[in-house]
């Protein structure tokens, strides 16, 4: 379809904007956003950044780029402009950008006491002395005039550089309690007696400086963009919205070509759909347009194009950020633009991405298994091989992994019939986005359903538990497995490697009889070994629904893995409010039916204390087993298939090794793309890898 056939409602967002010296195609704005690629994965960050620029989007950013070994960020990868021979690495980016018409634009930050520079050993630097705010063993010092004279040499260095390697926009960065400039400006972390402290012209001083300089240096050719946190939800003595955040802006307004505003710190400034709406950013940032003539860009996961639309005509941005719809969907402007709607792979707010970078590997995607697959992997979000035979394809089950098999290899042009027991599809989705806050997870199932509906070679059987005779007697070629998993109720998992408990004992639970509708008496003690959102959620929900919760769990948090999604003080938080009773450092030793409930026994994780608790039920959050029985079945009567014609047979996802739902959908994609695909030999890597030069620098 092309552009003439767009609907005309959202012509607004691919009108031109100009900023300062460079103009935008549209008013598509990726943010910067970190990946877990940055320095060290080059040709693999070019790659998705360029999926991208292919997609539509009108500007490009990068993740912060480090200036100087006095302020870096190892172990997370970022970019570098230290020296010149970082430049060539940035220099794929930005012509992976040029290629589709895109504008790079290059946030590169000095962090000072955000960071303890593990890999330089560099003494980190502040406002004012004040402990790095990892726990590492180390302060930062306060900068004295030369201190900051450098920050300014190496930030004009770093804005030549980016102009030299072909980036339209420079910016000063200012946000998420990670830009040195916000540590001037937020009187929390700025405690100076000098002409950098004090009054809030003061305070804004370094900020005015680095915009001055990097318009001196580059302003001539690129646009120059402040990131600026309005809001650092720290309360009246941090930077706040209605005082010196819009104070600041309103010294500053003309300064630059472009304010991109949002909230600090990272964990609030993303926040998950379970504490977040689309737009949730609105009213921190509403009101900055007033203050300046410059145009503004924001973020609020925006995913629906009349929200876009909505928040351009009412006045509150002229650009619309966005970091993770873009990673869920790099494709989503070009989609709005060709009326492509019910194609877009709306981002669920999960944080799955941000997982990468916190763990300093690449970035990844539950919507988009693509995601920082682009170069290693050679796969595209819109674009997959044809089919490479006739073969018919059986799909046993519609969850996460057997949804997207059937929608990738039904874009293949495979015939494929997909089957479930159940009388929805969505699998395990169905119940994940049941839980508090959750109900955007769906949208992994309805994206999908929603292109198998287009698909005349894909059927859908609900209602159909097939078993071994009947997946046999289909008589289709191919067979995946994606048949889910099952909670354990005995308490294996991390904690203990042996069960702990009789798996028929009274009053015990797992989450599936909970979505299965049991009523569990109060109260409940859940006990969590699994240390993602599932025990939480199952606290949240029952709490709410009027039990008394006990969550126990052998971690020193609650969900701790959620601490990668930059969700546990929000879901540690909000459960101590709601009144669940939390115990942390305790394992689960067993349980005794007394009454009408149970007398559990406790231990301190470190000192093996003990204590009893009374309770009504038991409510096991530990390991799932994959529900392989249909496979095992089918792999006994191996002796069958080929006059049935079956050539393979392939576990998927869950029913495969239990996981995230990141991890089935990766497994769906990963097996569609695979299908009659040349056989690595086994000892090969099956992906290319960006290899380190011997050589040093
Ligand atoms: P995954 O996360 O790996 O996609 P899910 O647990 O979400 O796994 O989905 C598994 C799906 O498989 C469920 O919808 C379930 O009803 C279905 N299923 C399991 N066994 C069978 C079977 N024998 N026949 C048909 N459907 C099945
Ligand atoms: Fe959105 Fe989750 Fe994908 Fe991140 S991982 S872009 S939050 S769907």
Redo the contacts with the bound molecule.
Sequence with gaps: MSSSSRDPRFDILFEPVQIGPVRTKNRFYQVPHCNGMGHGKPATLAAMRGVKAEGGWGVICTEEIEISPFSEIAPHFEGRLWDERDMPALQLMTDACHEHDALAGAEIFFNGYATPNRYSREIPMAPSHLPVRATDPIQARTMDKTDIKNVRRWHRNAALRARDVGFDLVYVYAGHDLGMPLHFLSRLTNRRTDEYGGSLENRVRLLRELIEDTKDAVGDRCGVVVRLAVDQLLGPMGVTSENEGSDAIAMLAELPDLWDVNIADWSNDSQTARFSQEGYQERYIAHVKKLTTKPVVGVGRYTSPDAMVSVIKRGVMDLIGAARPSIADPFLPNKIEQGRFDEIRECIGCNICVTGDNLSVPIRCTQNPTMGEEWRRGWHPERIAKAASQDTVLV???????LEVARALGQRGYEVAL????TKPG???LNDASLPGLSTWMRVADYRLQQLQKMSNVNLYLD???SADEVLAFGFNRVFL????TWRRDGLGRQHQAPVLDANLANVFTPDDVFAGAALPSPVLIYDDDHYYMAGALAERLRKQGLEVHLVTPSVKVSEFTEMTMEQFRIHSGLLKMGVQIQTNTALIGAAVIGGGLLVELAHTYSDARSHLECGSLLMVTMRDP?DA?FNALQSQQGQWQAKGVKSIQL????YAPGS?AA?VYAGHRAARELDAPELPLDSVPFRREMIALEGD
């Excluded at 089957?419 to 159940?422: F, G, I, K, P, R």
């Excluded at 994606?482 to 998993?485: D, L």
């Design positions: 046993v089950g519609a969850g996460p992994a057997g089957a479930d027991a159940n699998g395990r989705l159909s538990e097939l994606a048949t889910g998993s529900k249909l998927l996802g869950d029913a739902v089935a």
